[in-house]
């Protein structure tokens, strides 16, 4: 019994001794991550994107749009993933030789992003750690490789998918064979005139809310013959925007010919925008017993 207690208490008196080493010589701290450029991304105004897509993006009264090759407002999200990449982590670092750029996949590079006066050139993975070689300046990086994918997106993928400017305020729906009018005391009337009780404020709301599930750039039938059917919505400030009904079902095509480009909205969404809701009829009274 003696012998384990002086065991116990030998155990005891090596943990406080490795414990006192600890507190008073708690050795070298970790390396503080390294990024691959410093960036001030609050006062980027204007990102480049060249390789195998090339495209470009600026911020105009505080929101981001896509100027090239398209003019349209950009998806925010979208836009904040290519600003987080400078400050990806560099996780090794040599300097560069010229002569060894197609060693690494950067003569050329496979893409290029420039903002905040900084370049990045984006090359080849590494086939061991799979991180992907990025030159900035005269340094060649290692990073982890998982932002690349945003670099090689299409253009298309940056654009907006909302329908209609945020907090749009709608004045007339123009429909084939249907228009929906707001008045200065926000009541809503149909031409022609509809069932009463007819919910065609829910229209307006549908427009304001729908986003496309796809974005794709439009290419105008061979034969020149563009689709008839159109639906126009004017806003508060004048402003009247127009599409063209490419197709209805089974999810509805509608193409904004001024941008180029033509929007995917499932079939369910596609109903609320095209065809305006019934009334819904009262219950018939309950029968007596």
């Known amino acids: 019994m003696a012998s384990a207690m002086k065991i116990n208490l030998a155990l005891i008196a090596v ?11 708690p050795g070298n701290k970790p390396e503080e991550a390294i990024p691959l450029a410093q960036v001030g991304v609050s006062s980027v105004n204007k990102l480049q994107v060249s390789g195998k897509q090339n495209f470009t993006l600026e911020k105009v009264d505080g929101h ?25 982590t560099s996780t090794a670092r040599y300097p560069v030789d010229t002569k060894q750029l197609d060693k690494f996949q950067l003569n050329p590079p496979g893409a290029t992003l420039k903002l905040g006066g900084v370049t990045l050139d984006f090359g080849g993975a590494d086939p061991i750690q799979q991180q992907r070689y ?5 340094t060649l990086h290692l990073a982890a490789d998982d932002f690349y994918h945003h670099l090689t997106a299409a253009p298309v993928d940056y654009v907006e998918k909302k329908l209609l400017p945020e907090n749009a305020k709608i004045q007339r729906i123009q429909l084939p064979g249907l228009q929906l009018n707001k008045d200065k005391d926000g009541k809503w009337s149909a031409d022609p005139a509809q069932e009463t009780g007819a919910p065609l404020y829910e229209m307006a709301d549908a427009w304001n809310k729908v986003r496309a599930y796809d974005v794709q750039a439009y290419v105008p039938p061979k034969d020149g013959k563009t689709p008839v059917e159109t639906a126009a919505i004017t ?20 193409v904004r010919q001024d941008w180029g480009l033509q929007f995917h909205v499932v079939e369910s969404l596609a109903q609320q925008l095209l065809t305006l809701k019934k009334p819904e009829k009262p219950a018939p009274p309950a029968e007596a017993k």
Do not use: C, H, Y
């Open 64 to 88: 981001w749009r896509l100027t090239q090759p398209f003019n349209v407002p950009a998806n925010e999200n979208r836009v904040e993933m290519l600003l987080k990449i400078p400050s990806a």
């Open 15 to 25: 943990i406080a001794v490795l414990s006192l080493l600890l507190f008073f010589n």
């Open 235 to 254: 806003l508060a400030d004048g402003q009247r925007l127009e599409f063209l009904i490419l197709q209805r079902q089974p999810d509805a095509i509608l």
């Open 134 to 138: 990025v030159r900035v300046g005269d």
